[in-house]
């Protein structure tokens, strides 16, 4: 028998406020969709890990679905269901709604598809010491030391000197090789071990062994160079200078797991922010809206949206444009009405680092996705910073579907920060919030996500196209 509660306690109930654990208010039936959702993304994680594989996967994915490509001038119909491929590095997957776009605006959620990882130079390729070598530049914020010594894979495109493109994807099947970036032995690294945390591996330090079998000619003196250069020229056609109009990169060769007795966690490399980018794609894809809906799936967040297929490049203006301009709508009265989320991860709370967070606003594994007012750093700096109006009307939608949520910022006030695509969207005057999975680990090259936040976020993207 229930202890009845007191009238104090009851209306402490009735008023405060608590983070709610998913997976104990979820059912035994939503339990299992959030498991069989999972073996979805987790395949998703094991296609895409460069942001020219997560576009190709998500257009694979939207022709399955019977989406077709759009091109600018294309005419534009309700119940239309289309993508926008920017130079096969980011996409756009839409539905075209029934309702009046000038008066409800776009839906749109936005993640970027780009994670960090370890670029390869343009002129990359020495021989030292019986080893061969690949020089780097690592892209996007990593701590160095954490590259070493784990198996890489070798990822990117290459455009030979005859224009032909060629793909490259080695270290992913059981019997390719891997890659491998040197560490000092303990033995010797007491001077490595004395200085600060950014410096005990050095940026040039980043380079990737690629061989070490001498070619069979005496005359020779790289002859490991030659034996790399002639598999790479038997393989792919490649002589050294096609290194000058490639882009590879180094990326762990780590598979997407569960993780722990329960598996309710996965471990993977790249949930930043394909966490968030493959619910957005899937929430598009498999639910019809009464609103007009985009999943922007956008390249070089992780470097600040720089360059044409960053989020501050003009094309997703001029698509977002077109689209009006081919439904007959002002494209600056549909930019009034959207709505946006912008989706990207942010810091789940990690009792390991319990010093760097403010336990009342952080993020909490397992507590549904998080909605994070504003971000930036200091003083809010380069945040949105959404306004009060539209979170409460977000909230509404989530509470009205019953999705588990939360908000969060970054970590404590001063101890650091980060920024999002948020503010490229606000700047068109577009109301905008961010919204993303909590992640372990975040740009480390193996990060953590709970099964219940994924799901999660799957679930308020739904309920913010309804």
Not at 218 to 242: A, F, P, S
């Amino acid at each position: 028998m229930s202890e009845k509660k007191s009238n104090g306690q009851a209306r402490y109930d009735e008023l405060a406020y608590e983070k709610k654990n998913y997976f104990e208010e979820a059912s035994e039936a939503e339990r299992t969709a959030m498991f069989d959702y999972a073996e979805g993304y987790k395949a998703f994680l094991d296609e895409a890990k460069t942001e020219r594989e997560a576009c190709d996967a998500a257009v694979r994915m939207a022709k399955e679905k019977g989406f077709t490509e759009y091109k600018f001038g294309d005419k534009l119909a309700a119940g239309d269901k289309k993508y926008f491929v920017n130079r096969g590095k980011s996409v756009v997957v839409f539905r075209v709604g029934t309702e009046d776009l000038e008066k409800d605006g776009l839906r749109i959620i936005a993640s970027h598809i780009d994670a960090p990882r370890v670029d390869i130079k343009q002129n990359p390729l020495y021989e030292q010491s019986g080893m061969c070598f690949l020089k780097t530049h690592y892209y996007g914020g990593i701590k160095k030391y954490q590259w070493t010594a784990i198996p890489l894979a070798l990822h990117g495109v290459v455009v030979l000197k005859n224009g032909q493109k060629v793909e490259i994807k080695v270290g992913e099947s059981e019997d390719d090789p891997v890659f491998y970036i040197n560490d000092l032995l303990p033995h010797l690294g007491a001077e490595q071990m004395s200085h600060n945390g950014t410096k005990i591996i050095e940026g040039e330090q980043l380079n990737v062994v690629v061989g070490g079998m001498p070619y069979a000619d005496k005359d020779v003196k790289k002859k490991i160079k030659l034996t790399v250069l002639n598999y790479l020229n038997r393989e792919y056609g490649m002589c050294e200078e096609d290194f000058l109009s490639a882009e590879l990169c180094a990326v762990p060769a780590f598979r997407a797991r569960d993780i722990g007795f329960d598996r309710a966690l996965i471990g993977a490399y790249g949930h930043d922010d394909r966490v968030c980018a493959y619910p957005a794609l899937t929430a598009v894809l498999n639910n019809e809206s009464r609103h007009t809906v985009l999943a922007m799936l956008v390249d070089k967040e992780e470097i600040g949206s720089e360059g044409n297929t960053g989020m501050q490049s003009k094309i997703y203006e001029d698509l977002m444009e077109e689209i009006c301009i081919a439904l007959g709508a002002s494209f600056r009265k549909v930019r009034y009405a959207s709505k946006c989320l912008s989706s990207d991860v942010t810091a789940a709370y990690d009792p390991n680092f319990d010093t760097v967070y403010e336990k009342m606003n952080a993020a909490m594994l397992s507590c549904g996705t998080c909605m994070s007012k504003f971000t930036g750093s200091r003083g809010k700096s380069g945040s949105n910073d959404a306004n009060a109006e539209f979170v409460g009307e977000v909230r509404a939608m989530f509470d009205r579907a019953g999705v588990v949520w939360q908000t969060a910022e970054l970590g404590k006030v001063d101890a650091g920060g980060g920024g999002t695509v948020a503010k490229y969207l606000a700047n068109l005057n577009i109301d905008t919030v961010d919204l993303g999975v909590p992640v372990i680990s975040m740009h480390a090259p193996w990060e953590l996500i709970s099964k219940a936040d994924l799901y999660s976020n799957y679930r308020a993207f739904i309920a913010f196209m309804a």
